[in-house]
């Protein structure tokens, strides 16, 4: 599969899945713009060592998404956007009534707003090439509910929602818009929180990943990103250009419990 001459913006990429998933799509031969809301020399240089790795174009731009306005301008200043990868996104946890507003606001804002900016900038661009492809970074939590999450999962399930409404808007125009639904997925985010869990709970690292981290996930594995990745680049592909408006779940069977 190629994706040369394809331009693909991933949102969040400077860690993580956006990282992973911008290597697979850079090793697929597509133009990367990476972007988070840092402007720092080692987000510039990472786009760098992204081209020289896969000789592809690969650039960074700072666009801080918990702002529509700058959310629509990343698309604006990409300048062109055949693959859109919303993968932005926080995190907080707290009982609903404790839940500061100001995280509610936010998580609301990135994770799942957003994905209506760079959505509606990106449209217009993808319709004037008659091509486009949109992969919205959904989670597990856009399918299924846990306690203490409530706004990271009525966005996810916002995501869900958009994700089939963008489908369906743009279902005789070769776009296809659809989510993937990880699981736990190994990031730098998810090691680094190991040790303090073998604290908590007097648990090696084994049993920490397995019984408590994985608890949900049955076959007791970690995602990783480039798994995250090769779905990514699959949904670009020519072979998934009759698949919209749905999702694809990459959890070790979470979803099926
Ligand atoms: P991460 O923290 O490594 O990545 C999040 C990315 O979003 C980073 O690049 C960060 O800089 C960026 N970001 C945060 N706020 C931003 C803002 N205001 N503007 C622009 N960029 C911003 O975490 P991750 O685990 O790689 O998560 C990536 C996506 O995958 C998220 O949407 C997350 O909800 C989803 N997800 C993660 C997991 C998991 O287990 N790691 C599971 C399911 C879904």
Redesign the pocket.
Known sequence: MSLAGKTAVV?????????GVARCLAEAGAKLVL????DRDEDHALAEGIAAEFGVKARYIQ????DGYAARQLIENAGACDILVN?????HVAPIEDFPVEQWDRIIA??LS?VFHTTAAALPLMRSRGWGRIVN?????GLTASPFKSA?IAA?HGVVGFTKTTALETAEEKITCNAI?????L????EAQIPDQMKTHGMDREQVVRDVMLARQPSKE??T?EQIGGTTAFLCSEAAAQITGTTISVDGGWTAL
């Open positions: 949102t969040g990429s400077n860690s993580g899945i956006g990282l972007n988070s809301f840092t666009a801080d998404l918990s993968n932005a996104g926080i995190q990135i994770n957003s970074v959904a989670s597990a939590h990271y996810k639904c990880p699981g736990y997925v990031t730098p985010l998810v970690f995602a990103v």
